[in-house]
């Protein structure tokens, strides 16, 4: 079964990802505003009536500032492990809090959400591999570190929105005080570009079709440092910039037997699916 990718917005001011199938998805994060993300899901011809669940990474404001309006509004489960939900003095209705644990699957209709502990600044982080029977996307933001869970999730996924935050130099050479640039590259922090594209040129697997680099940093990064770098490392991969102001096409993610097949929101349109 194929999956439906997008990110509705990507970056410190707000993140969320969708990711489903022809009846059911999930969101990763609910970080932008209830209304904001009605839009995004509107624009996009998607429609919050599919989405069963949302999965929160960690406390960070930019990844919860809006799922108790959300969970509340539209009577949507959130899966939070106690520590995060602790940390986020997040608002939720009993009936719609739930737990998970790092490599116990979740089962959301068809899809299954699988967790792994990564290595950030927050209670209890975790990142996710949202699966359907063939396809498998991974959500790596906030990940610090190319480390080993990371590398052995990244190696199975047709598609990855991954954390590319901070160019280096312009980390360094930049305003921020020293306490706050320790803190992005100390290893909990965010992954510099340099690391995203290790992660992606060592371990990418033949048929990850799709490469949505994230949460890019708006003072120590640009959008043309990334692409460059990695389109010219691409390997027929497609490459996408996640926007911090908008939301991507929606991707159609297809599995085959070589590389993933993936068709854009003009193609995704004429579909039909909601």
């Known amino acids: 079964m194929s999956l439906f ?5 990507s970056g410190s001011n707000g993140n ?3 990711v489903g199938n022809d009846n059911e998805a999930v969101l990763i994060d609910a970080g932008i505003s209830c209304r904001e ?3 995004r899901i509107k624009r996009l011809g998607l429609s919050l009536r599919n989405v069963k669940a949302i999965f929160i990474s960690h406390e960070h404001a930019d990844h919860i500032g809006g799922v108790s309006v959300l969970s509340k509004k539209y009577q949507l489960p959130v899966y939070v492990t106690p520590d995060t939900k602790q940390g986020g003095r997040l608002n939720l209705k009993d009936h719609l809090s739930f737990s998970f644990k790092a490599y116990e699957p979740v089962s959301i209709g068809n899809l299954s959400v699988l967790a792994f502990p990564k290595n950030h600044d927050a209670s209890d982080p975790h990142s996710f591999v949202v699966a359907s029977d063939t396809v498998k996307v991974g959500v790596f933001t906030d990940i610090g570190t190319n480390c080993e869970h990371v590398i052995r999730n990244f190696k199975q996924c047709h598609a990855v929105f991954l954390e590319s935050n ?3 130099h312009m980390l360094e050479t930049g305003s921020y005080p020293i306490q706050l640039k320790n803190r992005i590259r100390d290893g909990k922090g965010h992954l510099s570009n340099r690391e995203a594209l290790d992660l992606f040129m060592q371990h990418r ?3 990850m079709s799709h490469l949505l680099l994230s949460h890019l940093s708006a003072e120590n990064n640009s959008q043309r440092i990334v692409k460059d770098l990695f389109q010219k490392n691409s390997g027929g991969t497609k490459i996408i910039i996640a926007s911090r102001s908008k939301e991507t096409p929606v991707y159609h993610i297809r599995h085959s037997s070589r590389k993933t097949m993936v068709t854009s929101q003009e193609s995704y349109s004429q579909l039909s699916l909601f």
Do not use: G
Not at 5 to 9: E, G, H, T
């Open 37 to 39: 993300t009605e839009i």
């Open 166 to 168: 901070y160019d280096e």
């Open 205 to 207: 697997p033949s048929f």
């Open 5 to 9: 990718i997008a990110s509705l917005n």
């Open 16 to 18: 969320c990802y969708y």
